[in-house]
């Protein structure tokens, strides 16, 4: 009887370090869904004679907004206003573009491609790039880029000074300069090379306090790689500047509150 009590305890004990060993089961993340859907507009441009020399292609980030519909009717006209400009430059340049595609010998239509990729999306901001591309085959092209951050409560678009602690500081974009040129002295160079003072004075007159990307912790600024090299690089150099290198004067975008 002792020997089948003792066996019974070995079996209990057993299981309960079996269960011991076990792991909760972590919960999946879910994934923010996302407040944006697509815009599109195509429109095909004639010349004065008749003939199809243009098309715009155009697709654009649109807001539901339900929970800050007055930002989302700001946002979204922002983007329609922005298609609606294009479209009558489109409209107006046609005989010009015509013209163009004549003395050059190409077949036409010339298209404008204008497209979005979401850089970054929290409950109150969000940072957005366009690419843009313009010529008879647009796929063979480099697209340029823009970069746009906006608030999701008022819809309005913001620049560096919207994340200074103190706005009114006049030091506050020789702040941000100073944490880009940090950055770039890092990141710009595959060999990681400090840059010259005529790169920075490069990377000064490139710079738009109203042209940026934000992430959680991250000011990026974006550069034509073009321009920067004198044409010896291409494609798009992203200048990420941390909040660390910058935290005396700004907020964290993740902090942003609209």
Do not use: W
Request: aromatic residues 12%; negative net charge; charged residues 25%.
């Amino acid at each position: 009887m002792k020997k089948i009590i003792t066996a019974l305890l070995i079996i209990c004990l057993a299981f309960g370090l079996a269960s011991c060993g076990k792991k909760e089961s972590e919960e999946t993340p879910v994934k923010r869904k996302s407040a944006v859907s697509d815009y599109t507009f195509s429109e095909s441009y004639k010349d004065s004679k008749g003939n199809t020399v243009s098309r715009l292609d155009i697709t654009l980030p649109h807001l539901e907004g339900k929970k800050a519909p007055a930002g989302a009717q700001v946002f979204n006209a922002y983007f329609e206003n922005y298609t609606l400009e294009r479209a009558k430059d489109a409209e107006m340049n046609a005989d010009s573009v015509s013209d163009y595609l004549e003395r050059n010998g190409f077949t036409g239509p010339r298209v404008t491609e204008i497209t979005y990729d979401i850089y970054y999306e929290s409950d109150t901001l969000i940072s957005v790039i366009l690419k843009s591309r313009t010529g008879t085959k647009v796929s063979e092209i480099q697209p340029s880029e823009q970069a746009l951050t906006f608030s999701l409560v008022s819809g309005e678009q913001l620049g560096v000074r919207d994340f200074a602690k103190f706005p009114g500081n006049e030091n506050i974009i020789e702040e941000m300069l100073d944490g880009i040129y940090k950055a770039a002295d890092k990141t710009y160079s595959p060999n990681g090379v400090p840059l010259s003072d005529e790169k920075h004075a490069l990377l000064k007159d490139a710079f738009d306090e109203n042209s940026l990307l934000v992430k959680d912790d991250t000011f990026v600024f974006i550069y034509s790689f073009e321009f920067l090299s004198s044409g010896s690089r291409t494609g798009t150099y992203y200048c990420e500047v941390p909040l660390a290198y910058v935290e005396n004067f700004y907020m964290a975008p993740g902090s942003y509150e609209g």
